[in-house]
């Protein structure tokens, strides 16, 4: 039997994992996540923030440069973080780049009674990726809006758009519980109760109404709520595993804001060393063929114990 969660009980996620595992990726070192290194997935580091986020603002431009009216292309982006988004407006802008043929698929959004939360709700992803970049960009360089493909309760129309433009890359960040897009770990109930699902099974998960993991409502308080957790909604529609692996490469960013020294060690060294398992989402991403982690060096930390 594996370990009961440390952090609630009725769930899986990474505490439940072999101690072994977990104590070798706290070990690790900045320039040992540099070593793990592989084809197939890459590990960079940035020294300042501001090379950080333009470089990140970049993947947007990269891949809308490669949209053609035969083959159009685009990128699917996070809400967390966010700060990239003002820069890929200014940057378009700037650059007087046509969006005519670019696409561009949101992550994830709230559930709110079974619906998408609307775009005036105050945490609204859509409404975050529309104040923040898209509204920014010139009317005249602007993609069509049918261009903009952002998941709703009734996945059909956006599953289907993925079949309509080569998606170059998918962003993301990472979260406490080890998620990308809302990719939490599965409960710990039915045919579930002695093991999570194995990474191929969890695979075959396509864009969905998910159930948030305890840490996952934690941590979305935190960041953009002020603590008040019964403010946050408990299920969001996800991009999936099934979308993921159709994008060229799959682009992770780690600030330092969303997860902590040991999250960001411990995914790292599962993709590295080919340690797959769904009680950490992240670590699936060992089979996908091109994954990039981007660290943040100020923000890496360490997993020494210390009191503050």
């Not at 950490?280 to 981007?294: I, Y």
Request: proline content about 8%; glycine content about 6%.
């Amino acid at each position: 039997m594996r370990p009961l969660s440390k952090v609630a009980p009725e769930w899986w996620d990474y505490t439940t994992l072999d101690r072994e595992i977990l104590d070798d990726a706290a070990r690790l070192t900045p320039e040992d996540l540099l070593g793990l290194s592989r084809p197939g997935f890459t590990v960079k580091f940035y020294d300042t923030l501001e090379d950080f986020y333009l470089a990140e603002a970049l993947e947007y431009i990269a891949a809308w440069r490669q949209a053609t009216p035969a083959r159009p292309a685009g990128l699917c982006g996070p809400i967390g973080p966010t700060e990239q988004l003002p820069l890929v407006a200014r940057l378009v802008n700037e650059l007087e780049l046509d969006l005519r043929h670019a696409h561009f698929w949101g992550m994830d959004e709230w559930v709110l009674g079974g619906k998408e939360a609307p775009v005036t709700h105050p945490l609204s992803f859509a409404k975050a990726d529309l104040e923040l970049c898209f509204n920014r960009i010139r009317p005249d360089l602007r993609m069509p809006a049918e261009n903009l493909h952002f998941p709703k309760a009734d996945t059909a129309e956006y599953r289907a758009s993925w079949k309509r433009a080569r998606c170059v890359v998918m962003q993301g960040g990472q979260g406490e519980v080890k998620h990308w897009a809302f990719n939490d770990p599965v409960r710990r109930k039915g045919k579930y109760k002695d093991a999570p699902p194995s990474p191929a099974e969890y695979r075959r998960l396509a864009t969905r109404i998910v159930d948030l993991h305890p840490v996952t409502l934690i941590q979305n308080a935190r960041t953009s709520g002020g603590g008040v957790v019964q403010n946050v909604p408990s299920q969001a529609i996800s991009v999936g595993p099934v979308e993921t692996w159709q994008a060229e490469k799959v682009s992770i960013w780690h600030a330092g804001n969303h997860d902590n020294a040991f999250g960001q060690r411990l995914t790292a060294f599962m993709i590295s060393k080919r340690i797959p398992d769904s009680s950490v989402p992240m670590s699936l991403l060992a089979d996908h063929p091109n994954v990039q982690f981007n660290y943040y060096r100020k923000g890496i930390g360490t997993c020494e114990a210390e009191m503050h």
